[in-house]
DNA sequence: GTCTATAAGGCGATAGAC
DNA sequence: GTCTATCGCCTTATAGAC
């Protein structure tokens, strides 16, 4: 049990989604997780190291995301709940970015370092398998359009900190689905 | 006629286009435009004055592409060139980013420094001019939807390392709007 | 106006006492 | 395993010769 190391990485996944990874620093990190900086080397001998940690911890958060939207009954209702559990967490997306594809498109900018692209095609590959079930044509090319939809959303309502852009297209975002998938019965 | 001062202010666009504003520093800036590094300083007081010049050469050249787009005959004309216009320079916003997008949301990161969010609102203003003027029903939304469209491909492409779904799903909003907006006579 | 040299401070990373 | 002290490098910014 490397407690002293989970902590770090809560804690350098906290620096970094506030300020992003090029502008976090281990002395921000040792000072978020109240340990002092040199002990930061004891667990990771670098920051590229510290980094992948965050990775691999955002990663286990979003497969929990996406199993919380597996555990509804019906395609539709999975997709929709994606669609609110994220709206649901608009201040914090629109203050500070996605936690998930703001990480995911800053880290493919420098070639040589980790990459967090699987944060992405996690919830594409999830998005078309529900998009499957319910015989949607295309359906890799409308999970495609829907995790633009929302990335897009969070992109612009970020920059122009308006929480209430991002939780109206998000709304719409989900009533469409509605209105196109379910079933007359 | 500020030659040296457009001269740097070309290079740090470029240098910003491919690393990102945080990772872009004075001496990238000054090999890119082949100057000592000294000699940015006669001409920018700080690295923040060069970002906010290159924020106002953004944005000139966002007015060229919008009246590119305006000098299309109709609405939904002008509306499908921005789409093909984006489309057309896919490979390079796929490698390094939207040349609006990426700046604008990377400024907002920074509280105190400079902002490009008028990218975003100059776009959104045009696109939702268009709408209105095809007597689309809540234009501004139907604006916000189509930006956050192109900037969600963009970003997700961008991570993926994939131009041809960012051209595929262009193509794909091009054809809706006009499947949409073409008035059948 | 232009350029060289360098200051001042923050960064990742290390050494070594405890 | 933990912590303090510090190295060496890079960055922004300045001083001052030309």
Redesign the interface.
């Given at each position: 049990m490397a407690k002293r190391g989970e902590q770090l990485v809560a804690a350098a996944s906290r620096v970094i989604h506030e300020?992003?990874a090029?502008?976090t620093t281990l002395a921000l990190v040792a000072a978020e997780a109240k340990v002092p900086l040199g002990n930061v080397y004891y667990y990771f001998k670098t920051k590229e190291e510290l980094v992948e940690a965050v990775v691999r911890a955002r990663t286990a958060e979003l497969e929990a995301f996406l199993a919380y939207g597996s555990s509804k009954a019906t395609p539709l209702e999975r997709l929709c709940a994606i669609v609110d559990a994220f709206r649901s967490r608009a201040d914090d997306m629109v203050r500070?970015?996605c936690p998930f594809?703001a990480l995911?498109?800053?880290l493919?900018?420098?070639e040589g370092g980790p990459s967090?692209?699987i944060l992405?095609?996690m919830q594409?590959d999830w998005m078309e398998g529900q998009l499957r079930e319910l015989r949607v044509p295309a359906a890799r090319?409308r999970a495609?359009?829907l995790?633009?939809?929302?990335?897009?959303?969070c992109?612009?309502a970020?920059?122009?900190?308006d929480a209430a852009?991002f939780k109206?297209?998000l709304g719409?975002l989900a009533r469409d689905l509605r209105r196109e998938l379910t079933t007359e019965s």
């Open positions: 300020r992003g090029a502008a500070v970015g594809g995911a498109s800053e493919e900018k420098t967090a692209r992405f095609s594409l090319a495609v359009e995790l633009a939809a929302i990335q897009g959303a992109l612009v970020h920059a122009l900190h852009l109206r297209r719409d």
